[in-house]
């Protein structure tokens, strides 16, 4: 509206103005440097007029643009950034691809076009580590610590730089200043959780899996299961240094903890027998038997056990009774009935195990049979060649690398791995599944050769014998091929 009335002033001012100037016409003559100008008056208002509009138009233009540096700066601003975005996907590519050079070419390029550094600093860094420089990289990571958005990145540079130097405990300092940064960051928490089982550092170990479950690195079950861990190697040290008391404490909470854990179980046990309380040692294992029997935990019930056999064998039948169908119940039932020389009982029991397992010192026990009921020595013989070739016995092993160790430990000495030690059965290669002939030297079946070669654990399957006939000729799997049998 106020446009529209604007319009129409200036309109008739212009033709208010015309007029006046067609009712009272002139002329006007002008001589300037040589020059005569000569025209009527409404030429000279009309070219007034229009120089007037020219100036104002320049005015108006020049205003825009001075009053606008920021719109030069941001088109200008918007193609730096541009092509620092684009040489920053190129060094990240050329990194990707393992080309160095031209992965730090583009960093530079990157330095300058973006202003923030972070992103040069931290390409330069990983550019100088796959090159090998761990120096250039160390320097770089180190410069991102003096800015609080980039002193995260840079601490898991320098704590990947560390482990990759072997200089754990720099890697611990940085891994501890990471997570105090971003306590629920998963990776780091795996991390320094490592680091700190190597120095040895179980209770902050233990506080650190507060945080992992917050952060929901592990799940409940691995969560227990490394708290028993923990506490358990807190009581192995306890037993090292003496403190009795303090670890029976400690192996009471991992065993509460995790009722299922072997290794805290015999490790309880182990400590009452050598302590002399051998009521308590038992019940440990009474416990223990019911969810996870082992001829670890056996043996040291055997060891406290003094007195009549026969006793012995009913103090055997009631640890068997808490979990009668385990192999490992028949098998510690027939030791207690071979002492005893109860000969009926131990056959009996050894022949339900072997019907679902062989092992090698199931074979021993019933060549020690054979020997001490029908004085056999050569049916013994013959059984002592096949315990030779039958799958070993369990032991403390590592599941991650198979290596031996004579007791349980929370991590392997070999490989370092933690929780890997478990009573366990060897890896093995079986490479001939099946034979159905009875005698040791005799080749296997055509069918038995064309099943693959196997790898088993625990010893419960690597004879597939023993999934035909159920086991009751076990021992033919376990016939030595031909011209790999030892002597006696
Ligand atoms: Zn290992």
Redesign the pocket.
């Known amino acids: 509206m106020i446009r529209l009335l604007t319009f129409i002033l200036i309109t008739a001012v212009l033709v208010g103005c015309t007029v006046w100037f067609a009712d009272n016409p002139g002329r006007m003559t002008v001589v300037w440097l040589g020059y005569r100008f000569d025209g009527s008056i409404g030429m000279v208002a009309l070219a007034l007029l229009a120089l007037t509009a020219i100036c104002v138009l320049i005015w108006r233009g020049w205003t825009i643009i001075a009053n606008s540096p920021g719109w030069v700066g941001r088109l200008l601003g918007s193609r730096r950034r541009k092509k620092g975005q684009q040489a920053l996907t190129m060094g990240l590519l050329e990194l990707a691809s393992g080309d160095v050079r031209q992965a730090l070419k583009h960093t530079r390029a990157v330095d300058r076009y973006l202003e923030d550094d972070t992103l040069t600093r931290l390409l330069t860094a990983q550019a100088a580590e796959l090159d090998g420089n761990n120096d250039a990289a160390k320097r770089q990571f180190e410069a991102m610590l003096e800015k609080p958005d980039s002193a995260f990145f840079g601490l898991r540079g320098l704590l990947q730089l560390s482990l990759k130097t072997n200089d754990r405990e720099d890697a611990l300092d940085y891994a501890e200043r990471a997570h105090r940064l971003r306590p629920r960051n998963p990776a780091v928490i795996v991390t320094l959780f490592d680091l700190l089982l190597t120095s040895k550092r179980w209770d902050r170990a233990l506080s650190l899996l507060v945080d992992a479950q917050k952060a929901e690195v592990f799940g409940e079950q691995e969560l227990t299961r490394r708290r028993a861990l923990l506490i358990t190697a807190k009581a192995e040290d306890a037993i090292a240094s003496g403190e009795n008391a303090e670890a029976i404490k400690l192996l009471r909470k991992a065993l509460n903890a995790a009722g299922d854990f072997t290794g805290a179980a015999v490790l309880l046990a182990g400590l009452y027998r050598d302590l002399k309380q051998e009521t308590k040692a038992r019940d440990v294992i009474l416990q223990s038997w019911r969810t996870t029997p082992s001829a670890a935990l056996g043996a040291i019930y055997l060891e406290t056990l003094t007195g009549d056999p026969l006793a012995q064998v009913k103090s055997v039948e009631k640890l068997a009774a808490t979990n009668p169908d385990h192999v490992e119940s028949q098998i510690i039932l027939a030791e207690a009935a071979l002492l005893a020389d109860l000969w009926g009982m131990a056959r009996n029991n050894l022949e339900k195990a072997m019907t679902r397992k062989t092992e090698a010192r199931h074979y021993r026990l019933l060549a020690d049979l054979e020997l001490r009921e029908k004085q056999d020595g050569a049916k013994a013989r013959d059984l002592l060649v096949k315990a030779s070739h039958a799958n070993p016995d369990p032991d403390w092993r590592?599941?991650?690398?198979?290596?031996e160790t004579d007791r349980w430990v929370v991590s392997?000495?070999?490989?370092?791995?933690f929780g890997?030690?478990e009573w366990r059965s060897p890896l093995r290669v079986h490479q001939a599944p099946k034979t159905t002939a009875p005698d040791a030297g005799n080749p296997p079946s055509k069918d038995a050769a064309q099943k693959p070669a196997a790898i088993e654990q625990n010893g419960t399957i690597i004879d597939h014998s023993n999934d035909d006939d159920g086991g009751s000729d076990s021992d033919n799997a376990n016939t030595p091929q031909k011209g790999t049998q030892p002597a006696v």
């Open positions: 590592c599941g991650a690398c198979g290596a392997c000495p070999s490989c370092h791995s890997s030690v």
